[in-house]
């Protein structure tokens, strides 16, 4: 079992992205992308973090919010859509 590479949730199968030839994208979450592209291409590292902060919470209501969020802050930033190296791949 993989993680998403933009929002970090794990994935299996079933939750792969899509790439634009319609094949399965392992990389990435199908909530995150579909087609070849992100399905929110305008969100940012810190909106993803409150995002994904809140929903371990409401998972897990006894979690600490500092908690959720040092996970969150740790691990996002480290994924590929977030982290600079990632960008090396595309030509300009
Ligand atoms: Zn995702």
Do not use: H
Not at 10 to 39: A, H, M, R, W
Not at 48 to 77: D, H, Q, W
Request: proline share 8%; aromatic share 10%.
């Amino acid at each position: 079992m993989g993680f998403c590479n933009s929002c970090g949730r794990p994935i299996v199968k079933e939750d792969y992205g899509t790439n634009e030839d319609g094949s399965l994208n392992p990389e990435f979450c199908k909530d995150c992308f579909q087609d070849g592209k992100y399905t929110e291409p305008d969100i940012t590292l810190t909106e993803m973090i409150v995002r994904k902060s809140k929903e371990m919470m409401e998972k897990n209501p006894r979690l600490p919010e500092t908690t959720a969020t040092g996970i969150t802050t740790t691990f996002i930033p480290g994924l590929k859509r977030w982290n600079p190296e990632f960008k090396d791949d595309y030509q300009f």
